[in-house]
């Protein structure tokens, strides 16, 4: 998440009364999970195994829970409990705002766009030229949404992402502060739900198009041209390339690529990444010759083992 005005590192350490190291006018431009990072960025990190990640991504300043030293060029600031830090400013730049009226009078709407009655349209939302937003759609704050898209009932764009810290004796939820992005000549059917980032864009890309009851975690980007049938599910912070088609019940999980013009036939679980241009099939989903190729010789085990149990008996009553 970009903040809307760069904000100086003495007023960050303030917000959360902590301890820091580097210039107080130190600038910050964004808050982002150690996924998103970009220059510019604050980002937290609260174990040892991430230590080195964090100080040596792209993030200029690091809240941490312990004294290290400086990386040059960049900021620390010291926190007992980073999370709960980062979770202050999350909250203090990106507070929720209640909605008072469907249609937000901060939603910017292009000309010749229908939103039917009974759809939520949040705040600071953008919807761009000729589009159909159908009844009982719901679209969260800070979304943006291009021209010629169309969104049938019941869809919700922009919910929170499933992204928790476990605790011993509790859950913490990570507060979502990014958005959803939806380009231009998208359609997305009914009672499909495609979760914001945590801190970055979850973007549906030009010309794709969805089936009813689709799921979108969050931070994932799906290319241009993707055609997606009913009940799939994609996990958060996955890329799915240009001209991917996946059909009905395809299961993907988190932080894979699926590489431009591959197809997932129906019923298939991915669990690694996959090349572009092939078929696959299968849970684990494999390139579906070797998957039929494995299926025909599995229908072929029951006459198999009658075989060899036969032969075994044959060979028994010779001796």
Known sequence: M????????????????????????FPVSGINEIHMVEPGDITFVDHPKYYDKAL????????????VDCPKGKALIFSDDPFSDYMKLVKKFRPFEAASKPISNSAIIGEGTVVQPGAFIGN?????????????????????????????????????????????????????CGRVIIKDNVEIGA??????????????????????????????????RCLFASAVLVAGVTRIEDDVILWGQVVI?????????????????????MEGNKTYFGAPAIEVRQKWREMVAIKQLPDLIKKVKLLSKQMAERK
């Open 2 to 25: 970009k903040l809307s005005t760069p904000t100086q590192l003495k007023d960050i350490a303030s917000i959360i009364n902590a301890e820091y190291v580097g210039e107080p006018d």
């Open 56 to 67: 040596s991504s792209k993030a200029d300043i690091i809240i941490i829970n312990k004294k």
């Open 124 to 176: 600071h939302v953008k919807i761009g030229k000729n589009c159909l937003i159908h009844a009982n759609v719901s679209i969260y704050d800070h979304c943006e949404i291009g021209d010629n898209v169309i969104i049938h009932s019941g869809t919700v764009i922009g919910a929170d992402a499933f992204y928790f810290q476990k605790r011993k004796d509790k859950t913490l939820k990570f507060e979502s």
């Open 191 to 224: 009672c499909c739900t495609i979760d914001k980032g945590v801190s970055g864009d979850t973007v549906i890309d030009e010309y794709t198009k969805f089936d009813n009851h689709i799921q979108i975690g969050h931070d994932t980007y799906i290319g241009k």
């Open 253 to 273: 999980n988190k932080d894979l690529v699926i590489g431009k013009g591959a197809q997932i036939l129906a019923i298939s679980a991915v669990d690694k990444n």
